[in-house]
């Protein structure tokens, strides 16, 4: 069966410059002299100081192996974290967050050992690999123990999605589609790893059920370079060991965003994820290229995820590149490692992710984490020309490329009015948050900026709200507790009062009987 | 919060707002061209006067609002107006009539309400509104097409006329002059003559206005352009055009005495001219997509309703206002069904995860 390629509303082709970072092959980087390896998790849900330290697996000074477990059981929102290299562990810091600026993240530093070798990008794993044995469950809860996220940006435990997605699963979409210009990191790892990559498709696609394997990619891919298309289609040919199993290898339109899952989504299937669902709910997961390869290492090797390829690229980096780096890697040494900038850094403008939808980034010291991408550096003459933003003209070009079909003028006006409530009924919170309204409004609006700040607003009025919700109903139950307490001693007073009453009446008829017995008595004498 | 973290977009924008409207004014450039063909100097006169006094009106509330004057005036949306608002003026109108239009069209209109991006109404067509009602006699007087006349008037007269009024050409102005074609129309029905009967007069000329339809034609070409520069969408020009030619057809075809034809209404008029570069004005319309499509059909049954039985040969500018007046009522109406959430339902219970 093969599947057409349809489309999804919106969206821009936007020149790609992936070519920078892959003009040079991916190298490995030298230990760096310190790891601080962010206690951050999924969807930025802060972790207080004795939160984690109840769930630390090392002490403060303790000697670590390569690969040794550093925290446990923290829930699934904050995945385990393994000691990428050799060294020793030094305790709880803060450094500064890479993505919120002027923000602090605490995090697991590490003193590695500088003699040791620096890890690299393993090699591929030939395309008849048999798949081990393994249960369903048996791999969640080693994808759990060996701390595997999504690697395309947002760090959801992969444990926790599959999960989330068991029974009825259908078709597994490997997401090879690299979101946004500049950003080189998957496509390396395409033309690297493709045999792990479909291994690991191939195992999640077994223990989730699934009749279809998926690939998909951008189609300059095909031929930029050579061809990432070649290495998959040598390890897609039908295979003995799942022969269920349908295995396609797609090629996509090169359109922002159509490496958004939802809308890669909609591209293959021609289905929308409902706002309120998951993919699930139409029969797809969808998880990115890396962690399709982190899970075949996880399962094959027993490695956990600890290093992951960066591309370090840009026109203001001297030598653009894609490099294998531990996570917890401080954002200098990643530089450092491309031959620094190219111009004095005052010209610079680095962000982390891609120039469309990425962040700035504030401080070099920022360590990276599971989900960081790319490190871009542009130059001023990148820069929007600094006149400012005008107000907006509602043009409507936003509205034209805006692929959740908003209507971001709108949402930008009550955003920055600060009517975030009606704004969340206008679908503040269906934004993708993929920059591209930002990037088309000739009035220079920092639209996303909005939304950004917007979302923030609603999660926390959300949070709010749960938490009185909370203290309602904790309050309600308390009042239902003493109300019912109330009851019962009233039931036992009532109780009490009939069995004294009914004593009494007897009591009384006693009475009355020794009375008239008392009168027959009399009567009779 | 935002001034901190305002660092995105990371990237130049392809277009800045003086480059959108710049393409507005290229687009207008035909239309100039054959505006000067056909009525003479008049056009470029009354450009220098309306640009001028747009741009001091603005540069002097911009002052008094204490906004940066310099990047406000650069972003060009006034000579937009201005160039609107003079061509929809007769050529050889005195210079106060530039001077009154753009005082409603610029400090009433659009500075009033909080300069660019926030007026409510098209500031051009508030300005010709209110020229209209002002001077209702000086806005009848056009000069009689090259087509007709075989000649337009001199730069002497052009320029007396618009410095010194049409009085001080005497009995020239007269015979230079004539009423538009739709005018024309107007009063002939207002005198019980079919239209076949007005009809035979040449100033009817190809298509049911001679020389009107060449400029009708520039518009059209302009428009297309800021269609392909993607300036603007097709909706609203498609709208405007076929809600035109579709109402007016079967009235047309059942008695073409009684009713002027599609090509006539669009040929005559300013409807092509609002089609491309009135209705499209995107801060005073709708900013919905289904929403600009209502407001497009408004304009047009509005102006079709005001010509055959208003008081004004063409309705488009108060057509316009009015819908204008409308677009809060369409755009709330109109919000597009969002990416995921099922066709009709609005569901008030979104959750913020
Ligand atoms: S692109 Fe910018 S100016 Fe145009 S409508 Fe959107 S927010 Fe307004
Ligand atoms: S950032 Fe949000 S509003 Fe802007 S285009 Fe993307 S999804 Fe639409």
Known sequence: ?525 | MIGQRATLPHRPARRNVSQVMGQVLIALLPAIAVHAWLFGWGIFIQLALAIGFALSFEAVMLQLRQRPVGVYLKDLSAVVAAVLFALSIPPLAPWWVSGVGMFFAIIIAKQLYGGIGHNLFNPAMVGFAAVIIAFPLALTQWVIPRTLAQTVPDWNTTWVAILQGPQALGGTMDAISQATPLDQLRTGRLDGQTLSEIGIDPMFGLFGASGWEWLALAYLIGGLYLIGQRIITWHVPLAVLLGTIVITLPGWLMDPDLFRSPLQQLAAGSLVMCAFFIATDPVSGSSTPKGKIIFSIGVVVLTLVIRAWGGFPDGVAFAVLLMNMFVPLIDRYTVPRIFGHPKHKRDETRSVR
């Open chain 1, 1 to 525: 069966m093969s599947v057409s390629v349809h489309g999804f509303f919106g969206g821009m082709p936007l020149a790609d410059h992936k070519a920078m970072a892959m003009q040079r092959p991916t190298q490995s980087i030298p230990v760096p002299e310190a790891l601080y390896l962010p206690l951050k998790g999924h969807r930025h849900q802060p972790l207080d100081l004795h939160q984690i330290t109840d769930h630390l697996a090392v002490s403060v000074g303790q000697q670590l192996a390569a690969g040794q477990t550093l925290t446990r059981g923290m829930g699934d929102a904050h995945p385990r974290l393994h000691a990428p290299v050799a060294g020793t562990f030094l305790g709880i810091v803060s450094r500064p967050a890479l993505k919120d600026m002027g923000h602090d993240v605490p995090c697991l530093h590490i003193q590695t050992d500088r003699t040791q070798a620096p890890k690299k990008l393993p090699d591929d794993y030939p395309p008849n690999t048999p798949l081990p044995e393994i249960t369903p469950d048996e791999l969640m809860d080693h994808l759990q123990r060996m701390g595997i996220v999504g690697l395309g940006g947002a760090q959801f435990p992969t444990s926790e999605k599959m999960r989330q997605a068991s029974g009825g699963i259908d078709t597994v979409i490997l997401n090879g589609v690299e979101c946004e210009p500049y950003i080189a990191c998957d496509e390396a790892l395409m033309r690297h790893r493709p045999g792990t990559i479909v291994l690991g498709g191939r195992l999640l696609a077994k223990a989730l059920g699934a009749k279809r394997l998926i690939v998909a990619v951008e189609d300059p891919l095909k031929d930029s370079h050579g061809s990432v298309s070649d290495g998959f289609l040598a390890c897609i040919q039908p295979h003995p060991l799942d022969p269920a199993l349908d295995i396609e290898f797609i090629e996509v339109p090169s359109i922002y965003p159509q490496g958004a899952e939802r809308q890669l989504i909609k591209t293959l299937t021609n289905q929308e994820v409902p706002f309120d669902g998951l993919p699930k709910d139409i029969g797809v997961i969808c998880l990115n290229v890396a962690t399709a390869a982190s899970v075949a290492d996880a399962v094959i090797e027993n490695t956990p995820l600890t290093h992951r390829l960066v591309s370090i690229t840009g026109p203001g980096i001297q030598n653009p590149c894609n490099v294998y780096a531990p996570i917890g890697t401080p954002v200098t040494d990643l530089i450092h490692q491309a031959g620094g900038f190219n111009c004095p850094e005052s010209e610079i403008d680095l962000i982390i992710g891609g120039p469309v939808s990425g962040h700035t980034v504030s401080d070099q010291r920022s360590p990276i984490d599971k989900g960081s991408l790319c490190i871009l550096a542009l130059t001023r003459a990148d820069r929007p020309n600094s006149v400012g933003s005008m107000p907006c003209i509602n043009c409507g070009f936003c509205v034209s490329v805006c692929p959740a079909q908003l209507l971001p003028q709108t949402l930008f006006k009550l955003a920055s009015q600060g009517a975030h409530e009606k704004a969340h009924q206008m679908g503040m919170m269906d934004c993708i948050e993929c920059g591209l309204c930002a990037e088309v409004c000739p009035s220079h609006l920092p639209l996303l900026d909005w939304y950004r700040h917007s979302k923030d607003q609603l999660r926390a009025l959300d949070m709010d709200q749960r938490r009185q919700a909370l203290a309602k109903e904790r309050f309600e139950a308390r009042n239902r507790r003493l109300e019912q307490r109330q009851a019962e001693r009233e039931a036992r007073r009532q109780a009490r009062r009939a069995r004294l009453e009914a004593n009494s009446s007897a009591q009384s008829e006693i009475e009355a009987a020794i009375a008239r017995a008392r009168q027959k008595k009399e009567g009779e004498s």
